[in-house]
């Protein structure tokens, strides 16, 4: 059991960068404007997920982050891909209306990996991506549960520090196959409401 488990799991790090293919142009680095006692907020319908960053490993993957985050780019999306046990995905804008092709968009640049010590364990958050360790862009995922092969290969740019709650029920939405066959898709939607930028010692 072990052993699938393991071969489960590095199959399933295979499908994290499968399922984000954008645009292959990386825009300019986003301003270092870095704020240290900032959260992000997750709505959802299933409650609030707090996110302390760490712009020490990941600078310029946090300042994209907020400033995304900032213009309501993550606004009315959704956790579009949903493995038990591993990730909940999303920040794919075509998530909002259920395009066909979710799982591909992004904000139609890219930016580069920022690749760290940060080990993924259960309530980090990190970059999705394609192939090109350079192409990750608005899509993330929050890991379930520890998942070590990760490790070095996606870039970890913070983690829940209150909401585990929430992930977890976000963990547990039924999921059907979805178009490759995957058993990801959520039956029903996990949407996130909004994503908001706020200091820190208003978010605890």
Not at 70 to 93: E, L, S, V
Request: include cysteine; charged fraction near 20%; hydrophobic fraction near 40%.
């Amino acid at each position: 059991m072990k052993t699938w488990h393991m071969a489960l799991a590095f199959a399933l790090a295979a499908c994290i960068s499968s399922a984000c293919r954008q645009s292959t142009l990386t825009e300019s680095p986003p301003p270092m404007n870095q704020t240290t006692n900032e959260i992000a907020v997750i709505r959802t319908a299933l409650g609030e997920m707090a996110i302390e960053f760490w712009p020490d490993a990941a600078p310029r993957t946090v300042e994209n982050f907020k400033q995304l985050a900032r213009k309501g780019f993550y606004d009315g999306t959704a956790f579009h891909r949903i493995i038990k046990d591993f990730m909940i995905q999303g920040g794919d804008p075509l998530s909002r209306i259920d395009d066909p092709n979710v799982g591909t968009g992004g904000p139609g640049y890219t930016i580069k990996a920022e690749f760290n010590s940060r080990p993924h364990v259960r309530g980090v958050i990190s970059m999705a991506r394609s192939s090109d360790p350079d192409s990750a862009g608005s899509q993330f995922f929050i890991c379930l549960a520890p998942a070590p092969n990760l490790d070095g290969q996606y870039t970890a740019f913070g983690r829940v520090i209150r909401g585990e709650d929430v992930l977890m029920k976000l963990g547990d939405t039924p999921v059907t196959a979805s178009r490759s066959g995957e058993p990801s898709k959520p039956v029903q939607r996990a949407g996130i409401e909004t994503i908001q930028i706020i200091p820190a010692v208003s978010g605890k």
